[in-house]
């Protein structure tokens, strides 16, 4: 029952209510005694007009429901602020708060039947009691006992795997990708791809009888997530088969190209070739099939590599909003310039980049204009690479809007029911596909050959003056207008663009606002008529940033599979040039360790900022795009070498000391006829370990050895994309507690954690480790919890856990300061207090403090140190090449 709305119905209802209990009474033969509860909407409006006094004595409790505080229903409790309710509720009535999340964001009391009667609901979770806490899943996500032992994980196509025997135990049991992937014959698997896209499914019919615009949407859509600021998103993982990107409004009937044409494909090749690269595979497949005789045309640039999700990235920040396709994500900047939220890149919660009709369905070009830009410019696209992706992109295919969405389609594959076996957008308008097909509302091609790479695009876009118009659909899209068309031969002669199903019938062609901003923009305007009088330009140029959208998030070249691999080297996949020496021995690295041990014992330079140095070069490797790290020796570079967190002063006099020892030691190489040379990015690292060893011993430890595996080289700045670079600076690290920004720190340590691919333990550790290493920004004390600093031992955890310490907060809201019964107060930061607060991190603090973990704690330190130097060495990894025949072989 609901509540009553107006006040002249409310007696009535408190006597219907009074008469509940009593007839229940009349009915039971027992004595039990029955109570009546009733929910309280919180819209204040409705409130206003129930007679909470009158409901008192009739009641036996109240329950207040927040869903309505705030629109759907999200966990924030918060929002009961939002509404004064002293006024409406008398003090006297009873309320007990409902408090049961919904991940669906939907009403709690929502409830669906799963059979026999049952009814599904979420029970509470310690996230729900708890919202703020620290929230440690990202890094146990995905786990390896996700998926079955024959398929390979991520971790198996990292150096850990490849290293298992210096590093220790890894994922190496399970199949190695790069090993079924030898397997694959490419030749075939090409030739599957394109007779699946050219052949029709009754289950989803190919538009124009060809599946190459909906597998280049697939593609583009799987890669497109991807940001620069986090290196999350695109489609190395095959995420757009999990949710939430397998449900996003933009994302619409992409589910059907999995399950209708590359799941035949994928069911035959089994693991030879996950996911994420079939889908990548297909979509160059599409292109090529399209741009001319099937065989005849290059294939276009391809690494493989990309190893399978399997259970939803939870590390990944898509916005905070509660409903598809709103936006909440735009804040006034500094100028008062609208500016979207960082890491973001789509301009909507569940498009991937922007609004076709332009933003939050305005149709404004110029607006439209700068929304792309800012978008493919987080996703680390010029201007040009822009233009040439979204020109060669509606050179292909239609958009689909023939009635619309709100009533005819159904829900999205997650909230669909579960008979329809994980396909979602249920479509009831007429046959529900073919030419009924409802996707973005949007309806109608861009050129007369929609299956064909040529110059149409541009040649209609700058050729017509386009109108407002709408789509079946509802939605706001262009057409030519009356008098372009009558200067133009007419509307037989401009209506030239084919049915995608019906032969014979012919349509205007269309654009979206965002395809007028390429021509109205001031800078994207030049650039689309210079490819519009030059397709052999906007065909080198598509292909390139193709290549550079599918593989955005793949890291440098060592890492990709197959014979396709560009030969040129691409500055946004940091190349590192090729040594031209042997590298370093056994002897050597002694040699090595001897001179940089004399230099500390001289005070030339300290454990500690060799300590500082060689993290400072390897901590930047993120496993989100496979970027940073110490490989290429880039700390000494523009623009690593002036970040703020890298403790500029220090690391300019570590690296004067390493250039000099470098310079010294290769001449001395190169004046004794001996071919081995070391590099800047192998000395750092070296001089790092040197530096834990001798801290080690300094704790007791006399023979601890760091694994060093030589063979990095150097990059030039010239190598070095600066601007791109910006990206990897960290805003906060925990691990050398520098705040850079306001925020949470022990939240940015959880993520600086996972993009280095630690588990919790190490993390811990490696926290532990560096500050009794005295590891620190700028060398402060806060957090170097032990008296003897510089000293390799579990003190830090000791002294975190002493209950005797009692930690108060400082005036800055940063720093605490621990009381201790003997000795100076310590001072600690809150990443240092949350490894002591949060039950499960104090958990492994409390491991290694214990009187007996000693040894345990410096093993797993330098477990944990070397593989974080070790995160990028991707030229240890084996690679193979695919099976190809010499049909494709001769023109590599």
């Known amino acids: ?53 009158a409901l008192d004595s009739v009641l ?53 039947s799963v059979g026999d009667g049952e009814v599904s609901r979420r029970p509470m979770t310690v996230r729900d009691w708890w919202p703020d806490s620290l929230d440690l899943r990202i890094l146990h996500q995905d786990p390896v006992a996700a998926r079955p032992s024959h398929v390979p994980h991520p971790s198996c196509t990292t150096v850990a795997a490849a290293t298992a025997a210096i590093i220790g135990p890894s994922s190496s049991a399970h199949a190695s990708y790069a090993e079924n992937f030898s397997r694959l014959d490419l030749d075939a698997l090409r030739n599957d791809i394109h007779a699946a896209l050219t052949t029709s499914h009754p289950s989803w019919p190919a538009d124009y009888g060809h599946y190459g615009p909906l597998m280049i949407r697939l593609a583009w859509h799987s890669a497109g997530t991807y940001r620069v600021f986090d290196g999350r998103g695109g489609g190395n993982s095959g995420n757009i088969r999990l949710p939430p990107l397998n449900s996003w409004p933009d994302n619409g009937n992409l589910d059907k190209a999995c ?34 005789r099937w065989g005849e045309v290059q294939p276009l640039w391809f690494g493989g590599g990309r190893v399978d999700a399997f259970a939803p990235e939870e590390d ?13 994500r735009h804040a006034k900047g500094k100028n008062l310039d609208v500016v979207l939220e960082e890491p973001l890149g789509a301009v909507q919660m569940g498009l991937i980049y922007v609004n076709p009709e332009g933003p939050g369905g305005n149709p404004d070009i110029l607006a439209s204009a700068k929304d792309i830009r800012e978008t493919f410019g987080r996703m680390g696209m010029n201007d040009f690479e822009t233009v040439a992706l979204i ?37 009831s308008y007429l046959s529900g596909k073919g030419r009924d097909t409802i996707t973005s509302g949007l309806e109608g091609a861009w050129t007369a050959n929609p299956t064909k790479w040529d110059s149409g695009y541009f040649h209609l876009l700058f050729k017509y003056d386009w109108m407002q118009s709408k789509s079946p659909g509802g939605a706001t899209q262009w057409v030519p207008t009356m008098e372009s068309i009558n200067a133009n031969g007419g509307p037989d002669v401009v209506a030239n663009v084919p049915d995608a199903h019906e032969q014979g019938t012919k349509h205007f062609p269309i654009m979206f606002t965002t395809d007028l901003a390429l021509r109205y923009d001031p800078i994207y305007g030049p650039i689309s008529q210079l490819f519009h009088l030059n ?65 500390v014992k001289q005070s030339k330079v300290s454990i500690s900022d060799l300590v500082k140095a060689a993290w400072a070069s390897a901590s930047t490797y993120r496993c989100t795009d496979h970027r940073g790290g110490a490989n290429g020796g880039r700390i000494r570079l523009d623009p690593q070498i002036n970040w703020e967190v890298n403790d500029p002063v220090s690391l300019a006099n570590v690296i004067s000391f390493l250039e000099t020892l470098k310079e010294s030691f290769n001449d001395y190489q190169n004046q004794n006829n001996r071919t081995t040379r070391v590099s800047f990015a192998d000395l750092i690292i070296l001089a790092g ?46 691990f050398r507690n520098y705040e850079g920004k306001v925020g949470r720190p022990e939240a940015s340590l959880i993520d600086r954690a996972h993009l280095m691919t630690l588990t919790t333990p190490e993390m811990v550790v490696l926290v532990g480790g560096l500050r009794v290493l005295n590891a620190n920004t700028d060398q402060s004390l806060v957090g170097v919890l032990t008296d003897r600093p510089g000293t390799l031992d ?40 949350v490894l002591g607060s949060n039950a499960q991190l104090r958990a492994v603090c409390e491991a290694y403090a214990c009187a007996d973990s000693s040894q345990y704690f410096l093993r797993d330190f330098v477990s944990s140190w070397t593989k974080v130097t070790m995160l990028d060495r991707f030229d240890l990894l084996p690679t193979y090449r695919a099976n190809i025949s010499h049909r494709h072989a001769s023109k590599l």
């Open 1 to 53: 029952m609901r509540f009553p709305k107006d006040k002249d119905n409310m007696s009535n209802y408190v006597l219907l209510l009074n008469d509940i209990p009593l007839a229940i009474k009349g009915q039971q033969t027992n004595d039990r005694e029955y109570g009546l509860m009733a929910t309280l909407p919180c819209d204040v409006e409705i409130m206003e007009n129930i007679d909470l006094i």
């Open 60 to 112: 036996t409790e109240f329950n207040l429901l927040s869903y309505d505080f705030h629109g759907p229903w999200d966990g924030n409790l918060t929002a009961l602020a939002r509404v004064e309710l002293r006024d409406i509720i008398p003090k006297s009535i009873r309320f007990r708060l409902i408090a049961m999340t919904n991940p669906d964001g939907k009403c709690p009391y929502h409830r669906e």
């Open 259 to 292: 399950r209708y044409i590359l799941w035949p494909i994928k069911r035959k090749y089994g693991q030879s070739i996950s996911w994420a690269d079939l889908i990548i595979l297909a979509g160059n497949v599409a292109i090529e099939s399209m741009m001319g």
């Open 316 to 328: 990944i920040y898509w916005g905070h909003e509660p409903e598809w396709l709103k936006d909440d």
């Open 391 to 427: 020109a060669g992109g509606h050179t292909f295919g239609k958009a689909h809007g023939a009635a619309e969405a709100s009533k005819y389609v159904g829900a999205e594959p997650e909230g669909a029911p579960i008979n329809q076996m994980g396909l979602g957008w249920k479509n």
């Open 535 to 599: 397709q052999d330009k906007l065909t080198e140029a598509f292909k390139k940033a193709w290549y550079k959208l599918c593989h955005r998030d793949m890291g440098p070249i060592s890492r990709h599979l197959g014979p396709y691999l560009p030969k040129e080297p691409l500055i946004w996949l940091d190349p590192i040039p090729s040594a031209d020496y042997d590298i370093i021995t056994t002897d050597d690295v002694q040699h090595l360790q001897n001179l940089v041990l004399d230099a």
């Open 689 to 734: 370990n040197t530096a834990i060893e001798e801290a080690a011993r300094k704790a007791g430890h006399m023979n601890v050895k760091v694994p060093f595996v030589a063979g990095r080289a150097d990059a030039l700045q010239s190598d070095t994309d600066v601007n791109s670079f910006a990206a990897l600076q960290p805003s906060m690290d925990g």
């Open 794 to 833: 579990n003190a830090y955890f000791i002294n975190l856990l002493d209950e005797n310490t009692t930690w108060l907060p400082l005036g800055d809201g940063k720093s605490f300061q621990g009381n201790r019964p003997m000795g100076e107060p310590w001072t600690a930061s809150r990443v240092d207090l």
